[in-house]
């Protein structure tokens, strides 16, 4: 069963940077699709960015410019450089994992991310 365990979120100021890792187990790493996504309180949980086994990489409008997924397939990891942080980039952040084909896909618990201004 793959495991997907992200680390990294804290408390920051405004403008400040973070970096998520997500540690996943498993050789599928390589072959998959990873994601990141957000929940704010309140909100649902959106896609901030998508890496390929490639990757090619994408980002929502709100992030472009700003944070950057990478990814490491020596160490299983997924990153997320987030800079220039402002208050609604506050949420938890979760990784998603997608496998060829597609189903299942699996997620993280989360790391929450919190940016004072």
């Known amino acids: 069963q793959v495991q997907l365990v992200e680390s990294g979120g804290g408390l920051v100021q405004a403008g400040g940077s973070l970096r998520l890792s997500c540690a996943v187990s498993g050789s599928i790493f390589t072959i998959s699709v990873m994601n990141w996504y957000r929940q704010a309180p309140g909100k649902e949980r959106d896609l901030v960015a998508s890496?390929?086994?490639?990757?090619?990489?994408n980002y929502a409008d709100s992030v472009k410019g700003r944070f950057i997924i990478s990814r490491d397939n020596a160490k299983n990891t997924v990153y997320l450089q987030m800079n220039s942080l402002k208050p609604e980039d506050t949420a938890i952040y979760y990784c998603?994992?997608?496998?060829?084909?597609?189903?299942?896909?699996?997620w993280g618990r989360g790391t929450q991310v919190t940016v004072s201004s």
């Open positions: 890496i390929t086994s490639g990757g090619s990489t």
């Open positions: 998603k994992l997608i496998r060829p084909g597609g189903l299942p896909v699996s």
